[in-house]
């Protein structure tokens, strides 16, 4: 089993639906959640971090970390096509210089 | 805030031949930078992790020999791609992580690397 699961797509949706992406993992001692944000060749952004249990909204994102089930997820509100992109989870166990574990990411399509 | 450049963006360069991509910090101290690999439509794929002032920790398969990285200071990483070859043709993006904000990690735009 892959430490990061994360299912590739691609996900199609109309402008204006709201959008679940979501991961699972396998290691229980992780404890810090990100995601990323990866438009074609390009650097993946940082678009929320959260540590722990619990949900984190910034605009039109809503991060949810439930370590029990280990599943993590983020759901887009009224997407845009500007949305379109390759949307990556990662996480780790400790801070400090420990490497994040990426999921493959799933590219989303936001159709006009 | 956390801004990390890289240079140069696209790079074409002969069989044999070296070639050198920066990645910089611009607005923090990088105590810790990563060096990823991405091939198309694949995720990332990481190759070393560099402390600044010690050396590169590299992932299993991946040639330290090959692939040189130097982090000689805290806003300043660098990855030589050494006597390149086509298999080596990819995209190269690094990322960096102040010393300060947790497991935070900020990426690079990448460069493109293509091997004649």
């Known amino acids: 089993q892959k430490e990061v699961e994360q299912d590739p797509g691609p996900l199609s949706v109309p402008e204006g639906a709201i959008v679940s992406l979501n991961c699972t993992y396998s290691?229980?001692?992780?404890?810090?959640f990100m995601w990323y944000r990866q438009y074609s060749r390009k650097g993946p952004e940082l678009l929320m971090y959260?540590?722990?249990?619990g949900n984190k909204e910034d605009g039109r994102f809503t991060a949810q970390v439930d370590k029990s089930s280990k599943y993590i997820s983020l759901f887009i509100r009224d997407s845009q096509p500007s949305d379109s992109a390759t949307y990556l989870c990662?996480?780790?166990?400790?801070?400090?210089?420990?490497?994040?574990?990426f999921g493959k990411g799933t590219r989303l399509s936001v159709i006009a | 805030g956390a801004v990390v450049s890289q240079h140069p963006s696209r790079v074409i360069c002969k069989s044999g031949t070296s070639v050198k991509i920066e990645c910089r910090s611009l607005d923090f101290q990088a105590t810790t930078m990563f060096w990823y690999r991405q091939f198309p439509k694949k995720s990332l794929m990481l190759m070393a992790t560099?402390?600044?002032?010690?050396?590169?920790?590299?992932e299993q398969g991946v040639e330290k020999d090959k692939f040189l990285i130097n982090h000689a200071s805290l806003t300043l990483s660098t990855l030589t791609v050494t006597s390149a070859h086509p298999e080596d043709s990819s995209f190269y993006i690094c990322?960096?992580?102040?010393?300060?904000?947790?497991?935070?990690?900020?990426f690079g735009p990448g460069t493109r690397l293509t091997v004649l």
């Open positions: 290691n229980s001692a992780f404890q810090y």
């Open positions: 959260t540590y722990s249990s």
């Open positions: 990322s960096a992580r102040e010393g300060g904000r947790l497991n935070e990690q900020f």
């Open positions: 560099s402390n600044e002032g010690s050396k590169a920790t590299y």
């Open positions: 990662a996480m780790s166990a400790r801070s400090g210089n420990t490497p994040l574990v």
